[in-house]
């Protein structure tokens, strides 16, 4: 037994989803995508067939293009609101190739729950359908006091996103087609900065709490403010354009540092915080232990190079920088010390504390009992000493601890574990990974990405996962990545590169037999190959990817990467 | 030459006796006690057993950088470790300060005090006893370098409770640095090593050196630890013995140190020790010759008189006994006194060997080409030095204005 079935049925809750797209190949995907995932999905080509679809059914979910043949997407979801006023209702999910155009009508954020951009990502499609459904409630937008500075952004033309979030759901679709994010509270940033293309939007901080983690001090705008931001939000905009669509939505977190990083232009930079327990803050709105992190997993791949910024000892413990640094007695670690003279009486070689020899306002040596009453003929001082209070014990040199804030943790200065604060920027190959996608990473790093895939390979695998799924005949779905390809590009030039690698897929396929297809993708290539088990494959693979090395000039470094039918249902 | 062999060898004792007076009175006795002493009487017993109590070590030093390290190290190395190691930096000028820190939060040792002005060796040492905790202070230098078992066997004659203190038997450590150094190698030997045995072995033992000595607390304390230096380790000996007390020597607890390797160091600091040792001994505590005295003890008047025979009168009687032999003998003086240094030297070569065989661990083979040198060195050039330094104390008090005291000290003590 392959492990489809059970994967199926390990579905928590399987959705009933209508699926209105008039596209066979969108529905082919899209269908044999939700029902691998084990939802049930219905298929509508148009507008009137959808409505005739959810009068007879229940939905779930309603995914439905924006145009459609007859009406639009928006048409149908108001004709069923209308016969259906009262009671349970689906989750409407508007698809469309443009979001800012269907977000300029204030209707449309009304009645759609989420919107999603073409071209489909169908893991961010897989995500939706199996998220709860949460009632509609209407954005309510706050109206700005005449005369403040947050007046003046709401007058700018911008779509924005406002945190914390009005409603308690996937913010996701709603940031498609937004400007720039609103933060009218500091409250749960680092929630907010894992929402997916938060770290590509400006951060209009309007607390003015934030310093630069924010891009823009909301209150305390100044004469020409506006058109910074306005122009900012541009940059971003270009900037995200820049990037490979890999990053738009990552959950990496270290995918979203650095497009973070590119999208706002600058290198990351450390400032003092004390409100953190890390004690420093970037200019983003990310926590610094995920920074931390995310930074020492870029400088190992070499997307970032770093400059020191700052030394901070921390608490072993909890690794909270909040410290008190305290000269503490080394006996009995009481923090309770006082400082006082030694003081020596000549005569009889007596040195000892001051306290030694007070009674009174006399100082009497305790060796000799005769009184001191010369300075500097009698007795001097040589130098201070430390008493503990506590214990009374004396040294010279108090031990230094560090007490955690956070933690209450004691410990020795010298055990205390000390950590770098660094600047950031991203590298040469920084920018290549930004450009080419996940491809750049070679395919072992890669997870299986149906977005990837070019839509006829697409649809020849739905076909051999519906055979799969009816007489269980295997499949292979290979990936070939070409390590060397950037390289190759920056020495012969692309035009060479992609000549030496069309001949290569060519050579390969034909070298292969034709129970495979191979196609050609943007940054990889493909094949699939039917009626064969994946293990099976592997001496054909090599046989053939022997030929095609022999073919060209240029040593492509091809790399297979090899998904059965269980890991694609997966 | 021939003609002087034959008149030395016509002589009859009584005039030999007659000739070489002062070599009689003042050489002999002492190479005969030495030898009867260590040959004659028996060692005396210790307890093997592991000394049960605390033992803290004290080191005083004034700008030591340098040696404080090495000197810790060689403590760490014990096959009886201290329990505590206490050090004052005691107005340094260098890095000692600093270093002292560091090794405290090396944690190679238990307290570092540092002090900005100098108080003397005296204060330094009394502050660091006092900070301590151990039963047993053991008081060593910076410049001190030990043996693996020196701790242990430094502590062995104190299992018995009326011991106050023991002195460790301190070698020189670079002999052969120059001919200096050398005949100091020889007589560290002889008088230290074999000279202490001897004096341990009949309760003689009249100086616990500064430089290793281990003390009984309570005893140290009721002497009041330290007195204003300098000479201020024969000083604490001298009190903690009229108080009754015994004091040892441990000839296997073997410290070594460097020895001045040039003649005018050897000369200032043979100045600084004589100078000392009379103002000690027959000012302050000149109430041990005086048989009337309620602390009178036989058993001091005993060193006191050995040390004022040995020492003093001969170093004094030397130049007397030169311009007698020159007027009486005219050109036959330089012979009789060849005659006398012959003598002398085959008593060297004879002490020499026995001091070699009781020292354990000191090359005594690569310093036998010396002892002819140092006969000659120790038994006229050194009395002189002795001489001048009697004179320039008994004249002139200069002990109280030497630099190994501050000078505020100096102003104030008795």
């Known amino acids: 037994m392959n492990s489809i079935s059970p994967k199926i049925n390990a579905v928590a809750s399987p959705r009933r989803v209508l699926l209105v797209e008039d596209s066979s190949v969108t529905q082919d995907i899209v269908e044999l995508m939700l029902t691998q995932a084990g939802h049930t999905v219905s298929i509508a080509s148009d507008g009137a067939m959808a409505l005739r679809l959810l009068a007879k059914d229940e939905f779930d979910v309603v995914l439905t293009d924006f145009h459609l043949p007859d009406i639009t997407g928006l048409d149908v979801v108001t004709q069923y609101l209308e016969t259906h006023p009262q009671g349970p209702r689906p989750a409407f999910v508007a698809i469309t190739g443009d979001v800012r155009g269907l977000l300029a009508d204030r209707a449309n954020c009304e009645v759609f729950d989420r919107i999603v951009p073409k071209p489909l990502d169908i893991d961010l499609l897989c995500e939706l359908v199996e998220a709860p459904v949460v009632p509609v409630v209407p954005t309510v937008r706050v109206k700005a006091v005449p005369g403040t500075a947050g007046n003046a952004i709401e007058a700018l033309p911008l779509a924005y996103f406002r945190w914390p979030a009005s409603r308690n759901q996937d913010v996701t679709p709603r940031l498609m087609g937004v400007d720039a994010i609103l933060v009218e509270s500091c409250e749960a940033l680092d929630v907010l900065w894992r929402q997916p293309g938060v770290n590509t939007l400006p951060v209009i901080d309007m607390t003015g709490r934030l310093g630069t983690s924010a891009d823009v001090d909301g209150t305390a705008l100044r004469l020409g403010d506006t058109d910074r931001i306005l122009a900012l939000v541009e940059l971003f905009h270009d900037r995200r354009a820049e990037l490979h669509t890999d990053f738009l939505r990552s959950n990496e977190p270290t995918d979203r540092l650095l497009a973070r990083l590119h999208v706002a232009n600058t290198p990351l930079t450390p400032r003092l915080d004390g409100t953190a327990s890390s004690l420093f803050a970037w200019n983003l709105v990310a926590s610094s232990d995920e920074i931390g992190l995310a930074v020492s997993k870029l400088v190992a791949e070499g997307f970032l190079e770093t400059a020191f910024h700052e030394r901070v000892h921390h608490c072993p413990a909890c690794q909270s920088a909040r410290l008190i640094v305290r000269e503490e007695c080394s006996a009995c670690g009481s923090a309770h010390l006082n400082e006082e003279s030694y003081l020596h009486h000549f005569r009889c070689s007596y040195q000892g504390p001051e306290t030694d020899f007070r009674h009174g306002d006399e100082l009497t040596c305790p060796k000799c009992r005769r009184t001191l009453a010369h300075f500097g003929r009698d007795y001097d001082r040589p130098g201070l000493m430390v008493r503990c209070q506590a214990c009374a014990a004396i040294t010279s040199e108090p031990s230094v601890a560090f007490r955690c804030v956070d933690c209450a943790t004691r410990t020795p200065a010298d055990a205390a574990p000390t950590r770098d604060i660094l600047s950031a920027k991203i590298t040469e190959q920084g920018f290549s990974y930004l450009e080419t996608g996940l491809a750049f990473l070679g395919a072992t790093r890669q997870s299986l990405r149906f977005a990837d895939l070019p839509l006829e390979l697409i649809i020849s695998l739905n076909k051999a996962a519906s055979r799969f799924n009816e007489d269980k005949t295997p499949f292979v779905l290979g990936y070939i990545a070409h390590d060397n390809l950037l390289e190759l590009r920056r020495k012969h030039g692309a035009r060479q590169t992609e000549d030496a690698r069309d001949l290569w897929i060519e050579t390969f396929r034909q070298a292969i037999g034709p129970t495979t297809t191979v196609t050609k993708g943007a940054s990889q290539d493909f094949f699939l190959t039917l009626d064969m088990q994946k293990l099976m494959l592997g001496p054909n693979l090599e046989v053939a990817r022997g030929r095609a090395d022999k073919s060209v000039r240029l040593d492509l470094g091809a790399r297979f990467q090899l998904f059965g039918p269980e890991d694609i249902t997966g | ?414």
Not at chain 2, 101 to 127: E, V
Request: net charge neutral; aromatic share 12%; with cysteine.
């Open chain 2, 1 to 414: 030459m021939s003609a002087a062999a034959d008149y030395l060898l016509a002589q009859n004792w009584e005039s030999l006796l007659k000739l070489f007076w002062f070599v009689v009175i003042f050489e002999m006795p002492r190479y005969l006690l030495l030898f009867a002493l260590t040959a004659f009487l028996p060692k005396l017993r210790e307890d093997e057993e592991p000394f049960p109590g605390r033992v803290s070590v004290v080191i005083a030093g004034h700008s030591e950088e340098d040696t404080i390290e090495a000197c810790v190290l060689a403590l760490r190395e014990q096959s009886r470790v201290p329990d505590e190691i206490v050090v004052i930096s005691d107005g340094s000028t260098d890095g000692m300060p600093a270093k002292i820190s560091k090794m405290l939060r090396a944690r190679l040792i238990n307290a570092a005090h540092s002090t900005d002005l100098r108080s003397g060796k005296s204060a330094g040492t009394n502050m660091a006893a006092r900070l301590c905790t151990g039963d047993i202070i053991i008081n060593a230098d910076c410049d001190c370098s030990f043996d693996r078992h020196a701790i242990r066997n430094i502590l062995r004659p104190l299992a018995d409770p009326d011991v106050a203190a023991v002195c460790g038997s301190i070698l020189p450590r670079n002999t052969h640095h120059s001919l200096v150094a050398a005949f100091q190698g020889i007589e560290y030997m002889i008088s230290i090593s074999l000279g202490k045995q001897a004096a341990d072995r009949v309760g003689q033992v009249t100086c616990i050196s500064g430089a290793f000595g281990a003390f009984r607390r309570d005893a140290f304390e009721m002497a009041g630890g330290l007195d204003a230096g300098g000479g201020e380790d024969l000083d604490l000996t001298i009190r903690l013995r009229r108080s009754g007390w015994k004091v040892r020597f441990a000839a296997d607890a073997q410290c070594y140190t460097d020895v001045p390797e040039t003649l005018p160091v050897l000369v200032r600091q043979r100045f600084r020790w004589e100078r000392d040792a009379v103002r000690l001994r027959y000012r302050k505590h000149a109430d041990m010759m005086n048989p009337f005295s309620r602390r009178f003890r036989w058993s001091e008047l005993v060193h006191e008189v050995e040390f004022l025979i040995f020492n003093v009168l001969a170093a004094v009687a030397l130049p007397f006994y030169l311009v007698w032999l020159f007027q009486t003998y005219g050109s036959f003086a330089p012979t009789i006194l060849l005659a006398a240094q012959l003598g002398l030297l085959v008593l060297d070569c004879a002490v020499f060997l026995l001091a070699a065989s009781v020292t354990p661990k000191m090359n005594a083979w690569a310093m036998m080409p010396y002892i002819l040198g140092y006969s000659v060195f120790y038994g006229l050039y050194m009395r002189f030095v002795r001489l001048a330094a009697y004179l320039d104390e008994w004249i002139f008090r200069s002990s109280y204005s030497d630099s190994y005291v501050p000078e505020k000290v100096h102003n104030v003590r008795g």
